[in-house]
């Protein structure tokens, strides 16, 4: 079985979160996928942004819906970066992306660019709203989904229901709060778990006892410590 490393939001840990810059340092730094956070600006972009303001990774301040593509583009998004759209991702790096979604806007514009530009085989639809990825997989005939989750110790038979359900084929949980009986479970059910976000090597030893399929991290480190296959 092959560990996968994941980039959170390229390497938020050296690099700003959800940049070009920081996604081409993800990619340079051998990790296997990308996870990245999708939003829809107020006409309508499908925008690499974390937060539903802007105030914490940028120079400016409001709502990410009630800012215009051309408005974002005029942010500093740290390190002289600017916020991109989901297509200069695409174009910028070749790895798998795990694109995150929270709302029905966004997961349905997505949706549409998954159909048009044929990219179920790249690109997998994360989010933590079941409702969404079984609406994704449902749109999106061979859509791949990740069912992003909190909590995953007492709940776990119903997690494993949930994700099911929604179509997902992994669950992507807090490396803080995994069980072994949790990840039994779900490697029972055949499904995938990874942990998030797993940044020291402490919690790399962890990932590894619980026999997660996969880490996310936020620092380039992990990738070269966490490479293996047993």
Do not use: W
């Not at 991702?89 to 997505?110: F, K």
């Not at 949706?111 to 179920?120: S, V």
């Not at 639809?125 to 989904?145: F, H, I, K, M, Y």
């Not at 009986?181 to 499904?191: D, K, M, P, S």
């Amino acid at each position: 079985m092959t560990f996968l490393t994941i980039g959170h939001r390229g390497v938020m840990g050296v690099e700003p979160e959800n940049t070009l810059r920081s996604y081409l340092r993800a990619e340079r730094s051998g990790m296997d996928a990308i996870a990245l956070d999708l939003q829809l600006s107020k006409d309508g972009a499908l925008v690499a942004l974390h937060d539903p303001e802007v105030d914490r990774t940028t120079d400016g301040s409001g709502a990410v819906a009630h800012l215009t593509l051309a408005e974002l583009r005029e942010l500093d998004a740290g390190e002289g970066e600017r916020v991109p759209v989901f297509e200069d991702v695409l174009d910028a790096v070749r790895v798998p992306l795990q694109a995150s979604v929270r709302d029905r806007a966004a997961a349905g514009a997505l949706a549409e660019l998954l159909l048009r530009l044929d990219l179920t085989a790249r690109v997998e639809v994360a989010s933590p709203d079941d409702a969404l990825l079984a609406e994704t997989a449902r749109r999106v005939p061979g859509a791949r989904t990740v069912l992003y989750a909190d909590s995953f110790g007492d709940g776990a038979g119903d997690l494993v229901a949930r994700a099911r359900t929604a179509g997902a084929a992994t669950i992507a949980a807090d490396i803080r709060r995994l069980t072994l009986e949790a990840v039994e479970t779900a490697h029972t059910a055949g499904l995938r778990v990874t942990g998030r976000a797993v940044n020291t090597l402490d919690q790399l030893r962890l990932a590894r006892a619980l026999g997660l399929d996969g880490a996310v991290t936020d620092f380039p480190e992990i990738r070269s410590t966490g490479r293996f296959t047993a």
